[in-house]
């Protein structure tokens, strides 16, 4: 039996969740495949019998470039599917609905949960030595105690799985409650209002050196080079990405993240790169 989780990451926080849950599973008689969404088209992921899908929450959903990527993705033909998310704050109904999404594509849902990490988006704006800043730095990332929790759950669909359980046995079907929905709403709508104004506001200042880092890791293909300049277009996901990665602290929205914190994932470590897809030369 093999297990797919694949995942988009903007700032290594999904990142690490989908690594620990892999980790948390390595004993179980099955093999574990992690895979960037960014990394090869959705049709092209198949080949599993178990898909753990994994994102940060934006608007009390999953990120808008990921959604296309569930339309194309394989169908699921009775497979069984799990969803993770990351949260700053709220995640609302994003597992849900990303449940009924993969459940509209064939896949059998059967769980998920949302995970509390640092909100990428609200740390570019604090200062680099604030009590938040130091909260996200020294939090206990060895004991992720929701992600514990679907773990667990994982590991009994799987073993009954093994032991020739039927999946629709293990389906999951947790109502919606509708004062949640209406906070998704509120929420959502604060969200995109913030996101509408801050996405028009990026920018490189004069430490910028032209590396071109920010435009190979956009997911979204919202930033190019030219002449040496960084310019940014309109199809920004508002994933922090750029502003996080620049070595150079380069990159701004607007003066108010000027030499604030940055953030690097749990270990200080993320590396986006490795995320995304081959360059041509090494498809060759």
């Known amino acids: 039996m093999r297990i797919l989780l694949a995942y988009f990451s903007g700032t290594g926080n999904t990142d690490y969740v ?22 090869q ?32 993705l394989s169908p699921g033909a009775g497979r069984g599917a799990f969803v993770f998310c990351t949260k700053g704050a709220w995640a609302g109904n994003a597992v849900l609905r990303n449940l009924d999404r993969l459940a509209r594509r064939g896949y059998v849902p059967l769980g998920g949960t ?10 570019a704006f604090i200062g680099k030595d604030s009590w938040m800043a130091r909260a996200a730095l020294h939090k206990d990332y060895d004991h992720l105690t929701a992600a514990d929790r679907l773990a667990g759950q994982m590991a009994q669909v799987l ?5 020739g359980i039927p999946i629709e046995r293990f389906r ?17 709508g604060v969200y995109r209002l ?25 997911p979204a293909d919202n930033v190019e080079l030219v002449q040496g300049q960084v ?30 914190f940055r953030w690097h994932g749990p270990r ?14 090494e498809r060759s």
Not at 57 to 72: F, G
Not at 159 to 163: D, Q, R, W
Not at 196 to 209: G, I, Q, S, T, V
Not at 268 to 281: G, N, T, V
């Open 231 to 260: 310019r940014f277009g309109d199809r920004c996901a508002l994933c922090m990405r750029c502003i996080h990665t620049c070595p150079q602290e380069a990159i701004q929205i607007g003066r108010t993240t000027v030499d604030r």
């Open 18 to 39: 989908a690594h620990y849950l892999a980790g948390k599973l390595r004993d179980l008689p099955v093999k574990i495949a992690l895979c960037s969404v960014e990394q």
């Open 172 to 188: 999951w079907l947790p109502p919606q409650g509708l004062g949640t929905r209406l906070l998704d709403r509120l929420w959502a």
């Open 41 to 72: 088209p959705a049709e092209a992921l198949d080949g599993f019998d178990l898909l753990a899908l994994g994102f940060p929450v934006y608007a009390c959903d999953s990120p808008t470039l990921l959604r296309p990527h569930l339309e194309r």
């Open 194 to 218: 913030a996101e509408k104004h801050l996405r028009r506001r990026f920018w490189a200042d004069e430490r910028c050196n032209g590396c071109g880092l920010c435009a190979r890791i956009c």
């Open 268 to 281: 200080s470590d993320f590396k986006p790169l490795r995320l995304r897809p081959p360059k041509e030369e």
């Open 114 to 123: 949302s995970v509390g990490m640092p909100g990428s988006d609200g740390l």
């Open 159 to 163: 073993t009954g799985l093994l032991a």
